[in-house]
């Protein structure tokens, strides 16, 4: 699960982006190649993601490389993939916590 939010141009009184909109995401990744972790922990905090298609050989489908950048200066995580699925969007609150539905 990736907990993920929309960062706004206002400030709090404290100057702090607010943050709205805060969700858990369930992505699903599969016929995983190439698969690099830099020091990956459950409290990991991804900097940026980035999926993209590339192209696979003439024998195989469209190739997926999907990169997830950490804010702690390591390299991330980064591999490729034939197929993904978005299992599952779930409304969180601001700590990444469910909230019942």
Do not use: W
């Not at 858990?24 to 905090?45: I, T």
């Amino acid at each position: 699960m990736i907990h993920t939010f929309q960062m706004t141009n206002d400030t709090d009184a404290r100057g702090y982006i607010i943050l709205r909109n805060h969700v858990l995401v369930h992505l699903r990744f599969a016929e995983v190649y190439d698969f690099k972790c830099d020091s990956f922990y459950s409290k990991y905090k991804l900097f940026e993601r980035c999926i993209a298609e590339v192209g696979g050989d003439e024998s195989k489908s469209l190739l997926f490389q999907v990169d997830f950048g950490s804010v702690f200066g390591t390299e991330g995580i980064f591999f490729k993939c034939r197929r993904m699925e978005l299992v599952a969007v779930r409304p969180c609150d601001a700590a990444g916590e469910a909230i019942a539905s």
